[in-house]
């Protein structure tokens, strides 16, 4: 059986370190990191996450700040909030929950925050940052990822990598990211043909679907990093990824399960973010 790779213990030491690092710039800076969360409406997984990125601030010992905006807030009113956390010199990062309520354009919002306190790394000016091999500030679940498989100590050179799925805030950045660490990229999507045999080529195998299950022991290449970023909820209601642990798990070198993978390292890559920006913006 491959080794698991334990996110909740590598989140806990990536969270220390930012406390450790938060206490450090008080006393040089006199002035604490601040994270600014925004939440619209009350879908309950979004008040999870929201509760948890805070409860992690406050872990690290970084200021926090929580706007919940009714269902029915305007789109203006909105951006008139993050207009105004813009300028706020006490607030360095600011992170709009998704999804926002039909009403409200998404990409507008995104826009509309400040690239230099865009923590979760989706501003276009971000975006093209990272595509260019600028300096800039990356998505937290990619981010997570890396470090994730960096923690297994494989080399990703002339690695071959997949990733499965191609979206702007996962797929697509993690395989950026795993180029720029020159691995051999292949991303497969809904349209790929035979997706077994695309994965069973991957010493590096990323998974960001949305289905459970999705992946099986067969498509699996033995030894194998595998990371599986998928959160869906099995029959009986419990949290699952989009890998079939069991089956996948018996072939990989290495795994991460659900939960205790992806999800605890995107809060503490957040928090890393948040460092990011407060850094960028005091020196
Ligand atoms: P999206 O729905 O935006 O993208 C899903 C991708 O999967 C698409 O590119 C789609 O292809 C592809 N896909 C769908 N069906 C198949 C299939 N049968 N075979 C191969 N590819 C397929 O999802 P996200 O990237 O936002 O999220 C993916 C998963 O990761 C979700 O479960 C989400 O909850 C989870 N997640 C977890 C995070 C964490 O912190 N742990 C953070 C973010 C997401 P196509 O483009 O062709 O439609």
């Known amino acids: 059986m491959g080794m698991i790779i334990d996110g909740k ?11 450790a690092e938060v206490a450090e710039l008080e006393t040089k800076f006199g002035r ?3 994270l600014c969360v925004i939440i619209v409406g009350e879908n309950p997984a979004s008040q999870v996450y929201v509760r948890n990125k805070v409860k992690a601030a406050e872990y690290t010992g970084m200021g926090s700040r929580l706007i919940a905006l009714p269902a029915e807030v305007s789109e203006e009113e909105l951006l008139a909030q993050i207009a105004a956390l813009n300028e706020d010199a006490g607030v360095d990062g600011i992170l709009v929950q998704l999804p926002l309520p039909k009403h409200i354009d998404e990409e507008k919002v995104i826009d509309a925050i400040s690239p230099a306190k865009d923590v979760d790394g989706f501003h276009a000016s971000n975006v093209a940052g990272l595509w260019l091999g600028k300096d800039c500030i990356v998505p937290c679940t990619p981010a997570g990822i890396m470090r ?12 071959t990598a997949v990733v499965v799925g191609r979206s702007n805030i996962v797929g697509k950045p993690v395989a950026k990211l795993l180029l720029d660490r020159n691995a051999t990229m292949t991303i497969a999507h809904s349209r790929t043909a035979d997706l077994g045999a695309v994965t069973r080529q991957a010493d590096v195998l990323v998974v960001a679907v ?6 099986t022991g067969d498509m699996v290449k033995p030894g194998a990093v595998v990371i599986d970023v998928g959160m869906n909820r099995d029959s009986a209601g419990r949290l699952c990824g989009d890998v079939d642990f069991t089956s996948c798990a018996d072939v990989a070198g290495w795994i991460t399960p659900v939960p205790g993978g992806v999800g605890p390292m995107t809060i503490a890559m957040l928090m890393k973010n948040t460092i990011r920006c407060y850094l960028q913006r005091i020196q």
């Open 9 to 19: 213990a590598i989140s806990q030491a990536v969270k220390d370190e930012v406390r």
């Open 32 to 34: 604490k990191p601040c």
């Open 210 to 215: 949305g289905k459970a299950g999705l992946v």
């Open 148 to 159: 994730l498989i960096d923690s297994t100590g494989v080399d990703l050179c002339g690695k």
